[in-house]
């Protein structure tokens, strides 16, 4: 099943703790990416990475630390956790070098809920 | 930084009208438009997009037409379903690997 894949779904955490959301795609691209989607369904891009190097980061606080293994993998690790961190993360994928490059592919999301 | 405003932010229609949602940008130098469908609890899926060496771009019931001159583009859904009902979204890009600055949501409901 070709696809962005996210994990996990859900996650509901206590303020102060420190979480990862894992990120995969089999699409072959060579560039991945972080948005947010807050409660006002606002989404924003976070981090932006080609052939695992960063593109982009854009204004986050950085208890937010991206991390790419490989060009398949984007992870997305937050050291203490705040209530303004509650929102839906996710990922996307788009391949640079192709004709549609600049076509960008969602991943189911992650719903994050900080107490 | 590119700013994009979308309107209305709810539209509701009767089933069969025709629904548009407008969108401007702000920096000259994009030239990728995507028009993304959200789903209830689900991801932002594509659904038309339009590239600036285009004027207007159909895929059945669904067209995007786009103006550089005057920055907006503009997404038309014709003969409107209920399972159309969804929120959408516009967005703006510069080229292949930068980010997609979106527009806040227009929130759609066709009424049977």
């Known amino acids: 099943d070709t696809a962005v894949s996210q994990t996990p779904k859900y996650l509901v955490t206590q303020m102060g703790n420190d979480k990862s959301i894992k990120c995969e795609q089999n699409?072959?691209?060579?560039?991945m990416y972080w948005y947010k989607q807050d409660s006002k369904k606002f989404l924003k891009i976070m981090f932006s990475y080609n052939n695992k190097e960063l593109i982009i980061n854009e204004t986050v606080p950085n208890r937010f630390s991206p991390k790419s293994p490989d060009k398949a993998h984007l992870n997305l690790h937050i050291n203490s956790l705040e209530l303004g961190d509650s929102a839906v993360y996710f990922c996307a994928s788009s391949a640079l070098a192709r004709e549609d490059g600049d076509t960008q592919y969602f991943g189911p999301g992650t719903r994050l809920t900080v107490l | 930084g590119e700013n994009v405003e979308q309107h209305p932010s709810t539209l509701s229609v009767q089933e069969g009208d025709s629904a548009v949602i407008k969108c401007t940008y702000s920096d000259s130098a994009s030239n990728y438009f995507p028009w993304y469908k959200q789903e209830l609890g689900k991801r932002p899926q594509l659904i038309i997009d339009?590239?600036?060496?285009?004027g207007e771009k159909k895929d059945q019931r669904i067209a995007v037409t786009l103006n550089k001159t005057a920055k907006h583009f503009s997404l038309h859904i014709t003969e409107t379903q209920p399972e159309d009902s969804a929120v959408y979204f516009c967005a703006a890009s510069r080229h292949s690997g930068y980010a997609l600055n979106f527009g806040k949501g227009t929130s759609l409901l066709v009424t049977p």
């Open positions: 699409l072959g691209h060579d560039t």
């Open positions: 339009i590239r600036s060496n285009v």
